[in-house]
């Protein structure tokens, strides 16, 4: 997967770089429901009062994490913070070096979507006992300060039921379909199970014909939708992981000059929602709250109780809603996309 690369400027009094000796991507801009944890002596800033976050992603190739990257950037200066972020690129040995080297920098709090949890245990151990605030995002290592977590099955299901209620009400129960799904990773094996028994409880009549299990993105989406549609000409529609790997084979979808044809995914991407509002094959997604809900509603307000010594959640759970074009226009709106 091609890296990212965004380097953005800290406060103007100071430049903080954070990873000075990994080849990683990395992005930085100087930032102004369950069980809760007690509260701790208020956590250290740098001389500047400002509080430094280090965030490794899985990967910064999906194009819903780049939006969630550039969200953080924007609004991380509202809360006198710093973030910098780099893209361990699928590799559990790098993610754990880039660990290592925010620590050494001395970071106030890290930011982990973790390639292999089992991996990170004893490096997010060594980051506790340096007195670092550590967020999981998902699942991760076994130890953390909080989890923002989301229900794997039931985004899947959200997935799935999108496109059974697509096969009962415009193809009158019955269909051949394929899926798409990322069942390389543990987290999202639960997705795909989830997909795939949506459709099989709701659309008892519809017939699975072809599936690839290894897919994420848009090229992926577009060589499986190739794949699929050579070996079964007479597909009716292909549920998909996300709405990067929707897109891909959508394209895959035009190029056989199909007239009718249906994709469903999830992320509720601008461009996933531009495409249902001009009417295209992509017929549905699911939604997980967006960068807005990301970082406004769990990440921004975790740090800052964590910053302040306070209280703070153990877990938070991201919203699972189904996009279709009865609120299409909301969730716009709501992620703050301006659809043509």
Not at 156 to 172: D, M, S, W
Not at 248 to 262: I, Q, T, V
Not at 327 to 336: D, R, V
Request: proline share 4%; net charge negative; hydrophobic share 40%.
């Amino acid at each position: 997967m091609k890296k990212v690369l965004v380097i953005i400027l800290a406060l103007a009094l100071c430049v903080f770089l954070m990873i000075g000796c990994t080849n990683s991507p990395e992005t930085t801009q100087p930032a102004s429901n369950d069980a809760e944890q007690p509260a701790q002596e208020p956590a250290p800033s740098g001389d500047d009062g400002v509080y430094r976050v280090g965030s490794t992603l899985l990967t910064m190739s999906n194009p819903v994490w780049g939006q969630h990257v550039e969200y953080a950037l924007q609004h991380m200066a509202e809360h006198n913070m710093e973030i910098t972020f780099v893209s361990a690129e699928e590799n559990a040995s790098k993610q754990v070096d880039q660990i290592e080297n925010f620590i050494t920098s001395g970071v106030d709090a890290l930011y982990i979507w973790a390639v292999d949890g089992n991996a990170l245990n004893d490096v997010v151990d060594k980051a506790l006992e340096a007195g670092i605030f550590v967020v999981n995002h998902q699942a991760g290592a076994d130890n953390y300060s909080t989890l923002l977590d989301v229900d794997e099955y039931a985004v899947g299901y959200a997935i799935g039921t999108n496109a059974a209620n697509y096969i009962n009400e415009e193809l009158g129960g019955e269909a051949k379909y394929g899926v798409i799904a990322y069942d390389i990773s543990e987290v999202y094996i639960h997705r795909g199970d989830g997909m795939r028994d949506a459709v099989l409880e709701l659309a008892p009549n519809a017939e699975k014909v072809i599936q690839a299990i290894a897919s994420a993105t848009t090229v992926e989406g577009m060589e499986n939708g190739e794949d699929f549609l050579q070996a079964h000409p007479d597909l009716d529609l292909i549920v998909c992981v996300n709405d990067a790997t929707a897109i891909g084979a959508m394209e895959s979808a035009r190029s056989k000059g199909l007239e009718k044809f249906a994709l469903f995914g999830c992320d509720a991407t601008e461009e996933g929602l531009q495409n249902m509002k001009d009417g295209t094959f992509f017929k549905g997604t699911v939604s997980l709250g967006g960068s807005p809900g990301l970082m406004d509603g769990m990440l921004f307000p975790v740090l800052e109780l964590a910053r302040a010594g306070k209280e703070y959640p153990d877990v938070q759970y991201m919203p699972v809603d189904i996009v279709d074009m009865d609120n299409l226009m909301e969730i716009a709106e709501l992620f703050g996309y301006q659809l043509k």
